[in-house]
């Protein structure tokens, strides 16, 4: 990155847009990343996820000039790609086309974004799609995604966050082709666009594709404020009855009060790596209930948003966000169906292994609190993280994505300044910041789990009653005493549960 020219252009008398440049004489291609301030913060009460539908219809649908279908086959000789991504506070589209067409893929680009045709058949497609979605895919396609995207409902109960930026499945219904088309003239605008360009162009495309840019609306649209995260009384539960679920899946989450932008950040980076980094198989979590106890498939956690953690191995660019929480993800483990299933000797058990999980990643969190990590283990944690966030902008689409985030934040370069900041942190730096943002008496939790297994759970949470370990023989007799030892701890740790609610699955995000 610091062998690149870096330019930041910012507005200028005649052009109303911020301009990101970063200029890559020897590449092969162009990406184009236009973010517009807006996300789903902006959809009217009622008409919750029309700002996802804006957005769709730009770009699964046609132009004034060229339908869908035509614009497709026009590209792909070119391997030409676009896409849009809508996320609570920006909605970004990104153009990336091989150099060699890029003048021949730009008109093409210009008419999306500045003439969509909002067309009928268009709209009756992709809100059919939305609609899918809501109603069923969200509850149907991963357990795991289903109990973040419920969390944040729960989390943000009340405030413009709190729905998916699909939308609910009433809202949707109520979206018309004639919102789309207000919305479109309201919020996306010249005034609230920041353009990104990375690759191999000239000054003069950059130039025309600012002039153009400039015929958006010229509106100034009211932004609203970012709902903030609730803070419960103690630890709020809901259990989401679903039937035949894979097993328990958990997200739990709470307030954090900074960003990125913020000077402690770095500091938390390094405790939440050493927590639990997405898809790493060193942090603690995933050590004391994936590796130990082979209860599930990953455990991590979280001090920023992190899209698609089920499909994703690094953290995507795309979704800045100024409102924070602080989660942890525990992948499904068994219900006690599955257990007595599979083995005769826990034929007798009630309870599969989602309490036991919660108590065991909240206890994990709660000892890093009381006495921090030392000077050895944050040493290797932030080695591996100076490391580790270089691979962040992966690509030329993720490399502009991270400067056009960084500008959002306030920043000029995040991955680069990070780094910086790690380079000056001390272990005191770490356990302070610990103390200071992480607690584990308030907090929400979402459990996604099958039917048979809610009211068991429901009773156990509630009355914080034992929840001992169940392993099969086989898994038991090669634990070490130490493990076991443990387990008891767990089993009887107690959690400030104030409140459990049991929703049916068919009643979520309506």
């Known amino acids: 990155m610091n062998k690149l020219l870096l330019c930041l252009l910012f507005a200028g008398s005649l052009f109303a847009q911020e301009v990101i440049e970063l200029k890559q004489p020897a ?34 649908g046609g132009t004034k000039k060229m339908s869908y279908t035509e614009i497709q086959d026009k590209l792909y000789p070119m391997a030409a790609e676009y896409y849009s991504s809508v996320d609570k506070e920006v909605t970004n589209f990104t153009f990336s086309v091989p150099k060699d067409f890029l003048n021949e893929f730009y008109p093409v680009l210009k008419d999306i974004i500045l003439s969509p045709a909002f067309d009928e058949k268009d709209f009756q497609r992709v809100m059919l799609s939305q609609q899918n979605y809501v109603d069923q895919v ?50 996306f605008t010249r005034n609230n666009l920041t353009i990104g360009i990375i690759g191999n162009y000239t000054p003069e495309f950059l130039e025309q594709l600012k002039k153009d840019l400039n015929n958006l609306p ?18 709020v539960v809901e259990i989401i009855a679903k039937d035949n679920a894979f097993g328990s899946a958990i997200f739990t989450g709470e307030p954090l009060s900074i960003t990125r932008a913020d000077k402690d950040f770095t500091a938390l980076m390094v405790a939440n790596s050493y927590l639990g980094e997405h898809r790493k198989s060193y942090g603690q979590l995933y050590n004391k209930i994936r590796e130990t106890r ?73 000892d890093m609190i009381k006495n921090g990590i030392t000077k050895e283990e944050f040493e290797a944690t932030r080695t591996f993280l100076r490391s580790y966030i270089k691979l962040y902008p992966s690509n030329t689409t993720e490399q502009l994505g991270y400067l056009v ?38 907090m929400f939790v979402t459990i996604i789990t099958d039917k048979s297994e809610t009211e068991e759970l429901a009773k156990s949470l509630k009355e914080n ?30 959690l400030n549960v104030k409140s459990v609610t049991i929703v049916n699955s068919k009643d979520t995000f309506k």
């Open 138 to 187: 969200i509850r149907a396609s991963s357990d795991e995604e289903y109990s973040k995207k419920a969390l944040e409902d729960l989390l943000f109960r009340g405030t413009n966050y709190q729905h998916m930026v699909q939308g609910k499945s009433a809202s949707v219904k109520n979206i018309t082709l004639a919102d789309i088309k207000e919305h479109y003239k309201k919020y």
């Open 405 to 442: 985030d960084s500008k959002y934040y306030g920043q000029k370069d995040f991955i680069n300044e990070a780094d910086e900041a790690l380079a000056k942190l001390t272990v005191d730096d770490v356990n302070n910041a610990i103390k200071k943002y992480w607690q584990i008496d308030n």
């Open 27 to 60: 590449s092969n291609k162009v990406v184009i990343r236009l973010m517009f301030k807006n996300g789903s913060i902006c959809d009217p009460a009622g008409k919750e996820g029309l700002t996802y539908s804006t957005a769709s219809m730009i770009t699964e």
């Open 465 to 494: 009653l034992p929840s001992p370990m169940s392993y099969s023989n086989f898994v038991k007799s090669g634990l070490p005493k130490e493990v076991l030892q443990e387990d008891e701890s767990v089993a009887n740790y107690k």
């Open 218 to 235: 010229d509106t100034h649209p009211a932004i609203p404020q970012p709902g903030k995260a609730n803070t419960p009384n103690g630890i």
């Open 294 to 366: 082979s209860m599930n498939y990953g455990d991590y956690s979280y001090i920023e948003w992190y899209n698609n953690g089920g499909g994703n191995m690094l953290p995507s660019s795309g979704y800045p966000r100024m409102s924070n929480y602080f989660s942890l993800w525990i992948r499904p483990v068994q219900i006690a169906k599955q257990l007595k299933k599979q083995y005769p000797e826990l034929a007798d058990v009630k309870l599969g292994h989602a309490h036991f999980a919660l108590r065991m990643a909240i206890k994990t969190v709660d």
